[in-house]
């Protein structure tokens, strides 16, 4: 039994189904729209509470009429397919995302790690984990950004904000004045940037694009609760992680762990590597901010070894 309510209701309609595990990777938050077309958004939470929270608002599994995926990744797609299958319903996701969405082998490619060395220790912790991800998923749709998806009462605004991954959106409902901030997900660990298809540069751009929009209320995809409380001041230290970080490696660099090798080995952007495939994505975080700083002159690297320009 968790130790929290699986589901509380955000606003009429709007019910956060919670992830098990205090919604800690591989879980995910989802967003369940109980309105006249029963949307599911993301669906990587826990089975069981995605069932549970369907029974308790009076549904089956049989009842949802489209899915809405955030982002390709496996803490988001989650349950999708199995979902599908039972239900027959729609499948929406941003174009960008079909590739990483409908393949593992697709998956693999995107995350950066189809034929890295420890490709095989990356397969078999989703093995391990996430057994269903191997199967091929179906996407009927895509969704536009800025375009309203249209659940009855509630409607749904996709904001693309590329960076995390390149398909990565937000969701606005009804308006941008409460926004699903997905993987802006203004945790302790910070921005998470792994990917070879994510890029620092871009998600910078689509967190300052969000305070802009001057959200009064995010819900995170790793969050037990909604933000409310001086959300643009947490959105604004998480975006301030950027340049923490390349205050640690250039501080790093100048006592010799002048290296990717050796910055991945401290670690640097993890605090701690569980797994060695933490080392794949420790590596490409650090790689994006060296070549970075390289373009702004601030480092030279030669024979993968690291300088600080004077």
Same mark, same amino acid.
């Given at each position: 039994?968790?130790?929290?309510?699986?589901?509380?209701?955000? *606003?009429? /309609?709007? #019910? !956060?189904?919670?992830?098990?595990?205090?919604?800690?990777?591989? &879980?995910? =938050?989802?967003?369940?729209?109980?309105?006249?077309?029963?949307?599911?958004?993301?669906?990587?939470?826990?089975?069981?509470?995605?069932?549970?929270?369907?029974?308790?608002?009076?549904?089956?599994?049989?009842?949802?009429?489209?899915?809405?995926?955030?982002?390709?990744?496996?803490?988001?797609?989650?349950?999708?397919?199995?979902?599908?299958?039972?239900?027959?319903?729609?499948?929406?996701?941003?174009?960008?995302?079909?590739?990483?969405?409908?393949?593992?082998?697709?998956?693999?490619?995107?995350?950066?790690?189809?034929?890295?060395?420890?490709?095989?220790?990356?397969?078999?912790?989703?093995? *391990?984990? /996430?057994? #269903? !991800?191997?199967?091929?998923?179906?996407?009927?749709?895509?969704? &536009?950004? =800025?375009?309203?998806?249209?659940?009855?009462?509630?409607?749904?605004?996709?904001?693309?904000?590329?960076?995390?991954?390149?398909?990565?959106?937000?969701?606005?409902?009804?308006?941008?004045?409460?926004?699903?901030?997905?993987?802006?997900?203004?945790?302790?660990?910070?921005?998470?940037?792994?990917?070879?298809?994510?890029?620092?540069?871009?998600?910078?751009?689509?967190?300052?694009?969000?305070?802009?929009?001057?959200?009064?209320?995010?819900?995170?995809?790793?969050?037990?609760?909604?933000?409310?409380?001086?959300?643009?001041?947490?959105?604004?230290?998480?975006?301030?992680?950027?340049?923490?970080?390349?205050?640690?490696? !250039?501080?790093?660099?100048?006592?010799?762990?002048?290296?990717? &090798?050796?910055?991945?080995?401290?670690?640097?952007?993890?605090?701690?590597?569980?797994?060695?495939?933490?080392?794949?994505?420790?590596?490409?975080?650090?790689?994006?901010?060296?070549?970075?700083?390289?373009?702004?002159?601030?480092?030279?690297?030669?024979?993968?070894?690291?300088?600080?320009?004077?």
């Amino acid at each position: 039994m968790s130790d929290y309510p699986v589901h509380i209701e955000i *606003e009429p /309609r709007v #019910h !956060l189904i919670r992830g098990s595990d205090r919604a800690k990777f591989p &879980e995910a =938050n989802s967003l369940l729209i109980d309105d006249e077309i029963l949307t599911l958004v993301d669906a990587g939470t826990n089975y069981d509470n995605i069932r549970s929270t369907l029974k308790d608002l009076n549904h089956e599994i049989t009842d949802i009429n489209r899915i809405v995926l955030t982002h390709f990744h496996l803490d988001h797609k989650g349950f999708a397919e199995v979902l599908r299958k039972k239900a027959n319903c729609e499948v929406l996701c941003h174009p960008l995302a079909d590739v990483g969405v409908m393949t593992f082998s697709g998956m693999a490619e995107y995350y950066g790690i189809k034929g890295h060395r420890y490709y095989k220790d990356w397969k078999t912790f989703i093995v *391990e984990m /996430r057994p #269903h !991800l191997l199967e091929d998923y179906s996407v009927t749709g895509h969704f &536009e950004h =800025n375009k309203g998806i249209d659940c009855g009462e509630v409607e749904l605004i996709p904001i693309h904000t590329p960076g995390h991954t390149r398909d990565h959106t937000v969701i606005g409902i009804n308006g941008t004045d409460t926004i699903m901030l997905v993987d802006i997900d203004l945790t302790r660990f910070g921005p998470w940037y792994g990917n070879s298809v994510s890029d620092i540069a871009e998600f910078k751009r689509s967190i300052q694009n969000v305070i802009d929009l001057e959200p009064r209320i995010g819900i995170s995809s790793h969050l037990l609760n909604p933000v409310s409380d001086n959300l643009i001041g947490r959105l604004e230290r998480y975006l301030a992680a950027f340049d923490q970080r390349e205050e640690k490696i !250039l501080d790093l660099i100048s006592q010799g762990v002048d290296t990717i &090798e050796k910055l991945s080995n401290v670690p640097t952007i993890y605090p701690r590597i569980p797994r060695n495939v933490y080392l794949v994505f420790e590596e490409m975080m650090l790689q994006m901010h060296i070549e970075d700083m390289e373009e702004r002159n601030m480092i030279s690297v030669s024979n993968e070894t690291i300088t600080i320009e004077k």
